[in-house]
């Protein structure tokens, strides 16, 4: 009998410590934070700084201008001896008398625009308007040779020109792209040009022909005939035509005031044969709307 009272006892603490788990384990589950039974939490929408909408702002810097005025002589000397054996033998108005030249300025202006937001993702246009007082003034290689053209005249020739541009402005309409990395803003972009400059080009073409073949023989017969011409072609706000591209960097400091950092690069198609473009670093400061 002792022994089978004392195998009886066990079960029965067996059997009355199921039934405490048995009523507790809900309460212990409910207080237990099991993410692996629970499988995977939801998460909230992700949040990126507003970009979309309007935008003005100003903006200064620098820029480093730069003009090829070896083809502004051409046109006009060329003009001026139109229908001449010397131009169309010896073509002196392919003399490249005016090298490049570059001058660095202070800029200064405004920019506006509009963005659209896809999450990360920016896409926009905009307005950007800049004044530079730039002197661009072509340095001047004069050219003096002896050439003899297909009829047997020789001549002794001396071409010599000038050519500036001053003062440009300039605007760019342009679509941009950036990406959004936390209150940064990476962009790029790309448009078109257009400015407004003072151009002034000069060319002058003198010497003498001798009919004879020889610089040394002048006579009745054979006479030597001195020439002289002078063109001159200045234009105040000339407009000019060409394409813009660059990148920056805009830095949202509040919800609607940001500054930014940008490189540009705008080159303009030939006016008057003068090949002009402008590189500029600016720094500028915007407001959203």
């Not at 342009?174 to 257009?194: D, K």
């Not at 022909?209 to 020889?214: A, I, R």
């Amino acid at each position: 009998m002792r022994a089978k009272g004392m195998k009886e006892r066990p079960m029965r603490w067996v059997f009355c410590a199921l039934l405490v788990l048995g009523f507790a384990s809900p309460a212990i589950a409910a207080d237990l934070d099991f993410d692996i039974l629970r499988g995977s939490q939801p998460v909230g929408p992700a949040t990126f700084t507003r970009w979309s909408g309007f935008y003005v702002g100003g903006q200064i810097g620098y820029g480093d201008a730069n003009a090829d005025f070896s083809g502004a002589t051409q046109a006009p000397i060329a003009y001026a001896l139109r229908e001449t054996y010397l131009e169309n033998d010896i073509a002196p108005s392919q003399w490249p008398v005016l090298l490049s030249t570059t001058n660095g300025a202070t800029s200064y202006g405004g920019f506006a625009g509009y963005n659209t937001q896809w999450q990360d993702l920016i896409l926009g246009i905009e307005g950007n308007y800049n004044r530079a007082v730039f002197s661009l003034v072509a340095p001047s290689t004069p050219i003096a040779r002896t050439a003899t053209d297909s009829t047997g005249s020789t001549y002794a020739l001396s071409v010599s020109g000038t050519g500036s541009m001053t003062t440009v402005d300039f605007a760019t309409l342009r679509a941009r792209a950036g990406w959004v990395v936390g209150n940064f803003l990476p962009y790029a972009f790309a448009g078109a040009a257009l400015g407004v400059a003072d151009t002034s080009v000069s060319a002058s073409v003198s010497g003498v022909e001798y009919t004879s073949g020889s610089t040394s023989i002048c006579t009745a017969s054979q006479p030597c005939y001195p020439f002289s011409f002078t063109t001159n072609n200045s234009r105040n706000s000339e407009l000019l035509y060409g394409f813009a591209v660059g990148g920056g960097l805009d830095v949202a400091l509040t919800p609607n005031v940001f500054v930014r950092g940008e490189f540009e690069y705008v080159q303009f198609a030939p006016v008057s044969g003068i090949v002009a473009g402008i590189a500029s670093a600016r720094v500028g400061a915007g407001l959203k709307f």
